[in-house]
């Protein structure tokens, strides 16, 4: 004799099994995400983060770096001070001092990484002066002389006297000469190009 099964009881059989299937599903599907996340590595990124320069010659950034994880092909953008100055995976450069570059990675997934570039220089302040500019004499009585080095440069030029008021501006050539008509005190010379401000302390007598 055949035993007639009650159709709600047969209906939560069904569906029982059906919620029984849906979990094992479900933990299948979360399996093969976690191993697939399992094959792809993090994205990194193995790069010099203070580079050190002896000069003003042009130096190129990230040319020692190593990118591991994510998934290639890559893309690379050089920021300073939140602009965009290349897309090219090395950044040339003229150097100066504490300025920061930042460097930012990206993967096929929009995955990205980003690092911060410091230049620093082994030259004193001092030093780095001398390799760009020659300023004399000092102290100054009737002239001041200034020779910047690097002949295809514009500079500009600033005498500031000790109450921070400027008392001579002009275009510094490759020599020029500053007639000294102030009273005598001590007095700061601002010198800037594209690239590189230099200040000096000028004493007249």
Request: glycine share 6%; net charge positive.
């Amino acid at each position: 004799m055949a035993v007639r099964i009650p159709k709600k009881k047969l209906l939560y059989s069904y569906i029982g099994v059906f919620l029984l299937n849906f979990m094992v599903l479900n933990i299948n599907a979360q399996l093969v995400v976690k191993m697939v996340a399992a094959q792809q590595p993090q994205l990194l990124a193995n790069v010099t983060t203070s580079v050190n320069f002896s000069g003003t010659n042009q130096i190129k950034l990230g040319q020692n770096m190593v990118v591991t994880g994510g998934k290639s092909p890559y893309t690379f953008k050089w920021t300073k001070g939140g602009t965009t100055v290349s897309t090219d995976t090395f950044l040339t450069v003229t150097p100066n001092k504490n300025d920061v570059y930042t460097l930012t990675i990206t993967d096929s997934k929009s995955c990205s990484v980003s690092k911060d570039i410091t230049l620093t220089s082994s030259l004193g302040t001092a030093d780095l002066d001398k390799e760009t500019v020659n300023i004399y004499p000092i102290p100054a009585k009737d002239y001041l002389r200034i020779e910047w080095k690097a002949q295809d440069e514009l500079v500009e030029g600033q005498l500031f006297n000790a109450s921070g008021i400027v008392v001579w501006e002009g275009k510094i050539d490759p020599k020029t000469e500053i007639p000294l008509h102030f009273p005598p005190g001590y007095y700061l010379l601002k010198l800037k190009s594209k690239d590189l401000t230099i200040e000096k302390r000028i004493i007249i007598f």
